[in-house]
């Protein structure tokens, strides 16, 4: 399936991804800040039955990524849910809702990933408030943004293998554990049920709160333009992304369950930790702790840079302030845009929760998920020259549906996550207004004299 080519005379990037790196880069982007902190708390809001969730969020996750993958290789271009909003509905503001509640999304995630860097992992080594922990790391990740510090995709492979080195070893305990014998099984098979609710709001709010763990392809697609054919590459890699870290997460519930009691996960920041050390293994809990921070603090880094970066592409395209998009001349960053998203962080992480700030990323994404299934259906008008995939009809409506289920109020979220998310998209809806004021006022200044 060939892949369109740019207009004549524009300059494409370079197309150096190939199939096994777009792989590689999607299962490093999904992993991080929701198996290693939140796992936790996932358990103690559906019980000793802690791969359930997962697998559910799996099936939701699977429904959205088929449909992004008929949008990016219908339109294989760098600019992911705001392009598709913006061709599917011709509307300017929803489409930069859109791209805002994606750029919060990364800050809201880059936040819970701050405030579990300073929990349980780092106590290892000391203690420290976890929100002066957050705080400090958010200010050196925006130090090192103005620097010019990128991280390239091969780069990202080496995290990858960081972050899956820490989930392997929990792994590698449960297989030890089920061949030794140790642990409880019938952990497995425990719902909770002693909440409002039952059974079924248990599953629907502990699923809300598990999806935080598989956001992350959907970074992907603004990698289109610099990977080879992506008509035919990025179907295999996404679902092949998608499927693995939902294999790792499943098989990393089951030997949590397995090992230590849904109570005792709640209660911790730094929930594998509670599994290695009750699993038998001689693995360094100190080892596996800095493995934890490492994978969660890069979590944070890559968020912080796509919302900087995000916030520069909204002020160049001039539908926020374009001041917001302002370049150091030396540094050659957006200072303006890193100042911005670094304080909107600290407010964040000086008011939320890991659990909290988690839900908020998972809700902001699927009312963005909810958008794009939409954006598929509205799209099978507008024909493409090349050849794409094609994702059943059925499945987009399934998926907007159960996106918009899950970001109800029906999973039991607590208020302050809406809150939090009304005030994040109350500050772009500002920006927005205050950009078109300005723009209205420079369009009505009559031409100066001489």
Known sequence: MASPTPHAGQVSLKRAIGPKLLILFIVGDILGTGVYALTGKVAGKVGGALWAPFLIGFVIALLTAMSYVELVTKYPRAAGAALYTQRAFRTPFLTFMVAFAVMCSGLTSASAAARAIGGDYLKEFLTVPAVIVGIVFIVAVALLNHRGVSESVKTNIVFTVIELTGLVVIIAIGVYAIVTGAGEPSRLTEFRTDQDGGLFLALLGSTALAFFAFVGFEDSVNM?????????????????GVAITSVIYILVAITSSLLVDYRVLEKSSGPLLEVVKAGGIS???????????????????????????????????????????????????????IVFTTALAIALISTGEIAGLGDTTAFLLLCVFAVVNVAVLVLRGDTVEHAHYQVPTALPVLGAVLAVVLASPLTGRPAE??????????????????????????????????
């Open 224 to 240: 289109a333009e610099e990977t080879q054919d992506p008509s035919r590459n990025f179907p295999r890699a996404i679902f092949l």
């Open 283 to 337: 693995f360094p809990p100190k080892l596996f702790a800095l493995i934890a921070m490492f994978a969660v603090a890069n979590s944070a880094l890559i968020n912080m840079m796509m919302a900087s970066r995000l916030v520069y592409g909204l002020a160049g395209e001039g539908v926020v302030p374009r001041a917001l998009g302002w370049v150091d001349p030396r540094r050659r960053t957006p200072v303006i845009g």
């Open 417 to 450: 996550v809406y809150i939090r998310a009304g005030v994040l998209m109350g500050i772009g809806l500002l920006l927005w207004v205050v950009n078109w004021l300005v723009t209205r006022g420079r369009q009505g200044t009559p031409a100066a004299e001489g």
